[in-house]
């Protein structure tokens, strides 16, 4: 195939947790009008499939052109019928619902899906005092966490965490949570929309559910919650890599990896890869040059960079982040290491990063 940097469709979700934040904050164009909760940036999510819009493979899905080239798409790394990452930029104007993802044994137990979701939330912007519920507390059991849901009493059971803007936090399968009020994201996960929530109402359009439906829910969300997992907001682990120019971790394990570059303005991101990057940008408009392909990727908006092409060079100043799916060992552990982050500091941007350490931000016993 002839490859070049894919600009996508990005479906929109106007479920009632939305505001206006991405297009008042973030300056995204070309979003309905009305509550705008999520842009799906890169999917392959059934329903769902992300088109090529420009270039040589224009009108063509992510899923033919993973089926007919995955080495061009993915190099090396393992993969399914569908492109393995799903990324979002997700507007908390106010609190999403309660709600958590199978994780992958889960799924194919009781859901009859592939995969489960582990997902990560980079925090772009939140208002003082803005907090998210991750986990629940210590000693919590499935009838005590029934009887809170029942009751919408979520402080009782669950952990309140306090939100800053430039924070991570890995969220394994199987993790009951929610963010907001006042909360912008980007959202990195696996490629599912399989989920259980625990509200009275449908996040798509706020109606009330009956008292039947309601229950049957959240026993279906017992069956696939997960109590051991307890992730810890944290800030990313750092590299320098050149003047001007900072590589920045901020989460890992097996499903994916997000990382943040910034680079002053005289300077340039020089970025070489073996597998898909999804390319978004967190700052001003830039420049964006891979192989013989030049073009301006907006705030707010996203490429997705086959592995085929090797490199990419984003010109300053630039903000910008990159997810992909990872070799833990060569693209995270070595040079982390290298750069003098210990084994703590490691396991707490993920999992599988250092052995005997709890995942979803957990440290060493």
Sequence with gaps: MRWHPLRLTTPVKQHVFGGRALADRLGRTGLPSGPVAETWEVSDV?????????????????????????AGLLGDRPHGPRFPLLTKFIDGTRALPVHLHADDATARRLEGEPNGKTEAWHVLDAVPGATALVGVRPGTDRERLRRA???????????????????TVYVPGGTLHSFGPGTLVYEIEQTSDIQQHAMPWRMEDGAPLGERERAANIERLLA??????????????SVPVADSVVRTVLCAGPYFA????????????ARTFATAQVLS???????????????????????LLPAALGEVRVAGPADVLFGYVPDLEADIRAPLTAA?????ALAALGEGLWPGTREGGGTPP
């Design 281 to 303: 940008n967190a700052g001003a408009p830039v420049t964006v040059t891979s192989g013989d392909w030049t073009g301006r990727l907006d705030r707010a908006r996203t490429l």
């Design 340 to 344: 003098g982050h210990g084994p703590a």
């Design 258 to 269: 997000l990382e943040r570059w910034t680079a002053g303005r005289s300077a340039r991101i």
């Design 224 to 237: 696939e919650w997960r109590p051991e997992p307890r992730p810890e907001f944290q800030p990313g682990l």
């Design 149 to 167: 849901l029942l009751a919408q009493d979520f402080d009782a059971v669950m952990r309140r965490l306090p939100v800053r803007a430039g924070q």
């Design 46 to 70: 059934d329903g769902e499939v992300a088109t090529v819009t420009e270039g040589p493979s224009a009108g063509r899905s992510l899923r033919e052109l993973l089926a007919a080239d995955p």
